[in-house]
Structure formats: structure tokens, C-alpha cells
């Protein structure tokens, strides 16, 4: 096994939510790559051991690495279905990230959350291109706010009602391609700029061919106890995960129309 490299047994923890709840189980023979490090606030280690046992509920086959390095591996790139992210802040080789990058831009799914995959490499456009955007702000901090359904349809939001979280409100430079499916608004008490400014909290878009899906709820792994944000990460990861197995969607959706 190469280093870096493990196997997490589903032992670490039990599947987040009954399947009953999610609208479907993905591709069940996907092939996944789950990386994590950097910041350790984010609470990478802690995310691991929710996520990757649910994932492996699923009968998929789920490789995990506390390394970069990975991605410059051509071979096992050339395989996966999805990579799933968290990894804040740092810095990544050349080779590493395009190995990321085009793998992605060849169809492999992208999934991630919070500073984990929307604050990762600041300095790496292009990365930021392929995710839609990168945290700027946290206005306040951990705070009291809402977030907002703006798309009952889609299958990653449908069902769920606006609801509220105890965490950083991320402000964010953002892609206006994304098609956002919920939102926040500011208020002026830490920023009286912005207040009343919509910002996107939930979103997907393609990337070449590869399918990506982000959030920016996720600071710690405790964020997941709210049911919305857990389902909506759950949700996400296996809308991402059907991307070499679907026709790849049609997502351009400006904020600004054409003439």
C-alpha cells in the first residue's frame, strides 16, 4: 500500500442517515478517493470518520489519503469515480494538482465543504475556477443565521425547508455560473457593508466533464448534527458521484441575464 494510503473500516462509525431518507444510493460499484489534511480546525480526522463509513455502507470502495501526492498518481486518478475533499488552506505541487484537475475536467466527481474544498490552495486560480469560489470572510464569526432553499426541485435540496445553524456564515468570491440551491443573507451587525447581501451557500456546476459539489456549512464535524446539513452534504456527494456514470448536465445559470 503506498504511503499515505488506508482503508477505514466501517467500524469507525455507523451510515449518517437510514437510506431510506436520500433520494438514492449512487453508482453501487464507485470508486472513491477521500483526502484530507491541512488547518486542522476544520477537524479533517473527524469528517474522515463520518464520512467515509457511510460512504462504505453504500458498498463503495473507498480509498483515503492524509496526502496530496495522490492525485499525481495517473493510474489511480484514471479509476476513480469521485474524490471527496477536505483539506483547508496550505499549499499543493504542480503535479499534484494537475492530477486533480484533470481528472476532474475527464469526469471523476468533486465534493467537499466548507474551507476543505472552498479555501484550499488560495493561491491556485485554477483550482478555485473548477470548485466556484473561495471563502473571503466569516463575519462575526460562529454565529446565529438562516439558510435559505432556493431550489425545492432539485434532488439534493428537494423536501427541505429553510432552517437555521450555529456556525460561520461564509462570505465568499464566487462563480456566477454556479447554479446555487441555497443561500444566506447578512445582516449589518459585523459587516454594516453588507448588510442584506445574499450570498450562495450551497451549490453545484461541472468542471470539464467531472461534476462538483460544494457547501460552505461544514466548519466542524459537529455542523452535521443539523439533519438539513448533513442530508445536503449526503445528497451532494452522490450527485457528484454519478458523473462518469450520467450525461454531463448543462449547468451555466448566470446571475446577470443576457440581453
Known amino acids: 500500500m503506498a504511503a499515505g494510503l488506508l482503508v477505514v473500516g466501517a467500524g469507525l462509525a455507523s451510515a449518517i442517515l437510514p437510506t431510506a431518507e436520500l433520494d438514492s444510493a449512487g453508482p453501487s460499484e464507485n470508486k472513491v478517493l477521500f483526502v484530507y489534511g491541512g488547518w486542522p480546525g476544520h477537524e479533517p480526522v473527524e469528517c474522515r470518520d463520518l464520512f467515509v463509513p457511510w460512504m462504505e455502507s453504500l458498498g463503495w470502495n473507498v480509498t483515503v489519503s492524509d496526502s496530496q501526492d495522490v492525485y499525481a498518481d495517473g493510474d489511480l486518478m484514471g479509476s ?46 485554477e483550482y478555485q475556477f473548477m470548485v466556484g469560489g473561495q471563502w473571503v470572510a466569516h463575519p462575526g464569526n460562529e454565529i446565529d443565521h438562516t439558510v435559505e432553499i432556493i431550489d425545492h426541485e432539485d434532488p439534493i435540496t428537494a423536501g427541505l425547508s429553510d432552517f437555521a445553524v450555529h456556525t ?92
Do not use: C
Open 80 to 125: 476513480l469515480d469521485l474524490v471527496v475533499q477536505t483539506w483547508t488552506m496550505g499549499t499543493i505541487e504542480r503535479e499534484n494538482l494537475q492530477g486533480l484537475l484533470e481528472a476532474v475536467k475527464g469526469g471523476v466527481g468533486l465534493a467537499g465543504w466548507h474551507g476543505g474544498l472552498g479555501d484550499a490552495y488560495r493561491q491556485e486560480t
Open 168 to 259: 460561520e456564515q461564509y462570505y465568499m468570491h464566487v462563480d456566477p455560473n454556479n447554479t446555487v440551491l441555497a443561500t444566506t443573507t447578512f445582516s449589518a451587525e459585523h459587516a454594516p457593508w453588507i448588510d442584506g447581501a445574499t450570498m450562495p451557500v450551497v451549490w453545484k456546476k461541472v468542471y470539464g466533464k467531472g461534476r462538483v459539489f460544494y457547501t460552505s456549512l461544514g466548519h466542524v464535524a459537529s455542523v452535521f448534527d443539523t439533519p438539513e446539513v448533513l442530508t445536503i452534504m449526503q445528497r451532494g456527494i452522490l450527485w457528484a458521484s454519478e458523473s462518469r456514470h450520467a450525461a454531463t448536465p448543462d449547468l451555466v445559470n448566470p446571475v446577470y441575464p443576457s440581453r
